[in-house]
């Protein structure tokens, strides 16, 4: 599968490439994300209108793309059954295994978060010759939204007992692992909780980030890298309830700015020839 790090310089700089690479593992996958896009345009359009208005903005969008990498991602979708076509000169059409693909790739904004009000705490020793096992574990500690308190030390606001569980016996890594429940409190020594949460979960370096693509987005500069832009962050945001975050937390703004960029978008296209 071809890797998002093959998008052609043209139309793209640097920053972008670092940007499509830090959500879509594979070029696959953004082409998969424009499907959807594509498919959900929300203005009234007749039945000849929308395909003929989402192939301009496919071509508009994609055209900053090598036409052999587009190719060998439509190939390889089609391939694995993540997409078909109706017929030939049709925008593709995404799957049901195309979307449980996609849902397990995008960051998707969680507007619920519901929460039990109780941290959980995760230590880990395990043996310096599996110290691969080690990393993979951090790096499923992160996904799942924990946060680094000291070396072998995490913490999080969700139990993670039961995906820690089914990694550990994927892992065999028994007795290794273990989650304990602070309470309600969740405070750690003297530190506010939420002051503890900022720290661990670097917020401030985070809301930095969000704070300077609402900053380019009331410059009203925005194109679908925009949204993309706005992905990369969202997979780095722990999305912690949000009772826990600070006053000064950009997320929720950033998240609405998003939808009002989508619509815009949206409204873009032509709407004929």
């Not at 039990?116 to 951090?138: A, K, V």
């Not at 039961?162 to 550990?168: A, K, L, M, N």
């Amino acid at each position: 599968m071809q890797n998002i790090s093959t998008l052609s310089s043209r139309g793209i700089g640097q920053t972008s490439l670092d940007i499509a690479e830090g959500v879509f593992s594979h070029m696959v996958d953004l082409m998969l994300w424009y499907t959807v896009y594509m498919a959900e345009l929300s203005v009234p359009f007749n039945a000849y209108g929308k395909p003929f208005r989402a192939s301009i903005a496919a071509d508009r969008f994609l055209y900053q793309v090598n036409y052999d990498v587009i190719k060998h991602a439509i190939v390889h979708a089609k391939r694995k059954g993540w997409i078909k076509r109706r017929s030939r000169h049709a925008i593709p059409t995404i799957t049901e295994a195309g979307k449980l693909r996609l849902s397990q790739t995008i960051p998707q904004y969680d507007v619920h978060r519901v929460w039990d009000g109780r941290m959980h705490l995760i230590t880990y020793d395990i043996p310096e010759q599996r110290s691969g096992d080690r990393q993979l574990l951090r790096g499923f500690l992160r996904r799942i939204g924990s946060g680094r308190l000291q070396d072998s030390v995490w913490i999080t606001p969700y139990n993670p007992i039961d995906t820690i569980r089914t990694f550990i016996e994927a892992k065999n890594l028994g007795g290794t692992v273990i989650v304990s429940d602070l309470g309600r409190d969740g405070a750690i020594g003297e530190e506010d909780l939420r002051a503890l949460i900022v720290r661990v979960y670097k917020l401030e370096a985070l809301n930095i980030r969000y704070e300077a693509w609402l900053a380019n987005f009331k410059s009203e500069k925005n194109d679908h890298w925009s949204a993309i832009q706005y992905l990369s962050i969202l997979s780095d945001d722990p999305q912690l309830p949000f009772s826990l975050l600070p006053s000064w937390w950009k997320g929720d703004q950033a998240y609405a700015c998003n939808k009002q960029l989508l619509a815009k978008l949206d409204r873009s296209i032509p709407t004929g020839m």
